[in-house]
């Protein structure tokens, strides 16, 4: 059963840090390229942050470049969003999803997790 699970979310201050973690079960790892795109009321779902499994090759949405970081743990199967210098327009549900290239577009992705609410306080 293909798992993704996202965990790290919260309320934290503006200017705060949250780490996002998703840990993914169920398929090779390797071989997916996994994705951090959130959604805020009445917003469509946006990329933030993906990166390839393979290679490390990643992408970051213009809104969270120099703030967030993502990385990977392919030992754990695990993906974090490291957010910095957060702003009350992260405000969203944060969630992971695998896919098959390192594209911001939600279409391109097979496998999705619950989602994890980030809000930041002005």
């Known amino acids: 059963e293909v798992q993704l699970v996202e965990s790290g979310g919260g309320l934290v201050q503006a200017g705060g840090s949250l780490r996002l973690s998703c840990a993914a079960s169920?398929?090779?790892?390797?071989?997916?390229?996994i994705g951090w795109f959130r959604q805020a009321p009445g917003k469509e779902r946006e990329g933030v942050s993906c990166?390839?499994?393979?290679?490390?090759?990643?992408y970051y949405a213009d809104s969270v470049k120099g703030r967030f970081t993502i990385s990977s743990d392919n030992a754990k199967n695990t993906v974090y969003l490291q957010m910095n210098s957060l702003k009350p327009e992260d405000t969203a549900v944060y969630y992971c999803?695998?896919?098959?290239?390192?594209?911001?577009?939600?279409?391109?992705?097979?496998?999705w997790g619950q989602g994890t609410q980030v809000t930041v306080s002005s």
């Open positions: 999803a695998a896919g098959g290239t390192v594209v911001a577009d939600p279409v391109e992705y097979e496998y």
């Open positions: 169920g398929f090779t790892f390797d071989d997916y390229a």
């Open positions: 990166i390839s499994s393979s290679d490390g090759s990643t």
